[in-house]
């Protein structure tokens, strides 16, 4: 029996097993990652720091990101947050969680400590010595703080915060419990049929729930090994898979597609690499990216279907000897998946192969709720045969042999390449800028990344802005990801037949879609 929390992952297993590896660096054993969750609740409690506190955390990729997230969560409620953030956005999202404490690099001195700053937080520095095991740290705060008295989470505890891009103007708040991520953790290794023998070699990046709970938790959960590469790169990416041999690799469509462009000229290593499978998640795999992926590698590609609200994973391929369908997001693992009615709080009574309709979603991974944000939990929760479901906000529909296939969207989130990127957040943005008299950030179909983010915008009367000096006006308030690529200067903006602007098909309706 185990108590659902993430302590409880990684518990029952061997102390010398190992656990957590890097390029160059000795494993972390199990045991090691058992002493070191000790080391930081203890240093937590002196630097001020209680167990329903929040702590963020601003980390490169690697092991000591992967291991901060492991045992900050056992001592206090994490929120990882990305490092290309600006200033400002730090400063929103660290006011929006009541952050009490941040993590960072010892040398650090950038935007995220600003932002700390400005609110007064716990500023605790991260110290490493790549000598040591992969992913040993030590936690020092910058001040003298007072001691604040033990106490540990349990199952109903928040372990882990994210936001996510919403249709409403503000990122809506994601908590997600103990039990939520123990349990999808566990779905996840079920699904994959994990073992201590298996190897993930982590790509994916520490502040998404892919990377978090997909490579790391549910690898943990099984007593497998986490081999944290620095990020994604795909000129390094074979010679880590020559170094970590490992059994399994996760990543987003983009990037198993810039792998494969690599592909022919490492052969060699594919060959000997023995990869059990692949997986695939976080937006759609196109299926001859899923068939190429297989046919090089000589392994099943598994292609999952996640999002942040259920603690990850909602539905994947099956490992043979069932079939591995391209364009579909498989079966349902872990929660209940059923069709629902877009506008009805109901389930289709028959969900067989023509009943499309909105997918939901209810389980033990399932967040309880966005957090302090009732409007949303009203339209996104539902009762319906005695149990209360999640609205995905995707379109889909089941085939005769329970594949499921996504047919739609119907929220207006830009989804490029797995990172998601609230629409009205850069509407937000690219008002403030002086010329600009209307704007509508808008989802341009893209080959590689699925989607890119455009905007289309009006300028004031006697205004002048160029595509460029708009895109750097973005570039400075703005991660990367989420500057538009694209800029289209009209004189109006389509309006829906009810006046409204509207966002999806504004590409047609601009003549981009064939261009992109």
């Known amino acids: 029996m185990h108590d659902d929390t993430i302590r409880s992952l990684i518990a029952p297993h061997p102390d010398d097993a190992p656990a957590l590896g890097a390029p160059g660096r000795a494993w972390l054993s199990y045991g090691g990652l058992r002493a070191l969750s000790d080391r930081v609740e203890a240093g937590l409690r002196a630097a001020g720091v209680g167990a329903a506190d929040r702590v963020a955390i601003v980390l490169p990729n690697g092991p000591e990101m992967a291991a901060a997230f492991v045992t900050v969560a056992q001592a206090a409620t994490t929120a990882p947050l990305n490092s290309a953030y600006r200033e400002d956005e730090f400063a929103f999202y660290l006011e929006d969680l009541k952050a009490k404490a941040i993590v960072v690099e010892a040398g650090y001195d950038g935007p995220a400590l600003a932002a700390a700053n400005r609110f007064g937080l716990t500023v605790l520095r991260l110290e490493r010595d790549e000598a040591d095991s992969a992913g040993t740290f030590t936690l020092t705060p910058d001040h003298a703080t007072e001691a604040t008295p033990a106490g540990t989470p349990g199952p109903g505890d928040v372990a882990l915060i994210l936001h996510t891009s919403g249709t409403t103007s503000r990122p809506k708040i994601v908590p997600l419990l103990h039990s939520n991520v123990a349990a999808s953790a566990r779905h996840i290794a079920q699904s994959l049929a994990l073992t201590p023998d298996d190897r993930c070699l982590n790509v994916m990046p520490l502040f998404h729930i892919h990377g978090l709970v997909a490579a790391v938790s549910a690898s943990l959960s099984a007593g497998a090994s986490v081999w ?76 999952g279907y996640g999002m942040t609200e259920a603690a990850h994973q909602m539905a994947s391929n099956p490992l043979p000897p069932r079939a591995q369908k391209p364009g579909s997001v498989g079966l349902p693992a872990g929660p209940d998946v059923r069709i629902a009615h877009e506008t009805e709080d109901r389930l289709l009574a028959d969900a067989g192969p023509d009943a499309v309709g909105e997918v939901v979603i209810s389980g033990p991974n399932v967040t309880p709720g966005y957090e302090g944000n009732p409007d949303a939990n009203a339209r996104s929760f539902f009762e319906a045969e005695g149990r209360r479901w999640f609205r995905t906000g995707d379109q889909g529909a089941f085939d005769a042999e329970g594949y499921l296939a996504l047919t739609g969207r119907l929220k207006e989130i830009i989804n490029r390449g797995g990172e998601k990127v609230s629409p009205l957040e850069v509407d937000g943005v690219l008002s403030d800028h002086p010329a600009i008299a209307q704007v509508v950030t808008f989802a341009l179909p893209h080959a590689k ?38 800029v289209v200067i009209v004189d109006e903006i389509p309006k829906g037949a009810t006046g409204k602007l509207q966002r999806i098909g504004l590409a047609e309706k601009l003549g981009l879609a064939e261009t992109a």
């Open 228 to 303: 944290c590469a620095p990020g994604f790169d795909a000129l390094r990416f074979f010679g880590w898979l020559k170094d970590a041999r490992p059994t399994w690799y996760t990543a987003v469509p983009t990037m198993h597609q810039a792998i494969l462009a690599r592909a022919p000229r490492n052969a060699e290593i594919i060959a000997e690499a023995n990869l059990r499978f692949l997986r695939s998640s976080s937006a759609s795999l196109p299926g001859p990216v899923m068939t190429k992926l297989a046919e090089t590698f000589g392994a099943p590609v598994i292609e």
């Open 449 to 486: 990344l699925g989607e890119e983010v455009a905007a289309a915008v009006v300028l004031r009367e006697g205004a002048e802005a160029t595509e460029r000096e708009i895109r750097d006006f973005a570039s400075g308030r703005l991660a990367d990801f989420k500057v538009p690529r694209k």
